[in-house]
């Protein structure tokens, strides 16, 4: 195990019990779970995935979100207290666990429809990714999908990037052109960005017609570069090369 993930083993299994609490409890909690679960269920839907792995699963959420979509998934996760949370869910989708690191999925070559890997790649220095990439292509059937998130460091006009560079602790951006280097051959089916600025605020006023326009405009660039996430519904080359 890499010093990084040995770190975020420590730190997700003195998180676990909490996690959920402290992420999704409160109103912006509410509010991006929502938003989460929104996103998700429309790209699993456009895969026509009937079983989908979701690596880290952490406390189950993803199969929460699809529950009625007639999708199964498989959890995968390093972290026996995120595993043992979403085994508690108990959900009838949930088909599989295994534990295990994102690096050496247990799957065989070219078996799998789908992966979720969300809120994963922002642990991750951009130099470090690419071997994420190459295992979820290699257990990737070709012309599967991959669903994954990015956390945005142009936020809101480049609030993170200004962050970073004043020496604040931050998490690890998508890099500028990071998608090509990352993803050669892929097709980026849909993009869209999660957490606008003022989204929030929308919601609070009880407008859920607000909120769906402000998602519609999510959905294109610029405003998709201005979220706190992009959601990518990314396409695997058909053919193996």
Known sequence: ???????SHRDYT?????YDAIRFSRSGG??????????????VARTGARTIVDVPTGTGRI????????????????TTAMLDLAKARSLPNQIAFHECDAKSLPFASHSVDCIVS?????????????QFVQEFQRVLKPGGFLICSFTNGFYAGGINWLK???????????MPGELRSLF???????????????????????SDRLVA?????TAHWPLNRLCWERYLLLQAPKTIR
């Open 184 to 206: 050669p051959g892929w097709r980026v089916v849909a993009a869209r960005g999660n957490f606008l600025p003022g989204q929030r605020f929308l919601a609070s006023l009880g």
């Open 30 to 43: 509410t509010f991006l779970e929502r938003m989460d679960a929104d996103i998700i269920r429309d790209f």
């Open 14 to 18: 003195a998180l676990a019990k909490d």
């Open 118 to 130: 969300f809120r994963f790649f922002h642990l991750f220095h951009w130099t470090d990714r690419p």
């Open 213 to 217: 326009f402000s998602q519609t405009l």
């Open 164 to 174: 970073k560079a004043l020496g604040y602790r931050t998490v690890h951006f998508e």
């Open 1 to 7: 195990m890499s010093t990084i993930a040995t770190q």
């Open 63 to 78: 199969a929460a979100y699809v529950q009625g979509l007639g999708t199964d998934v498989i959890g995968c996760d390093l």
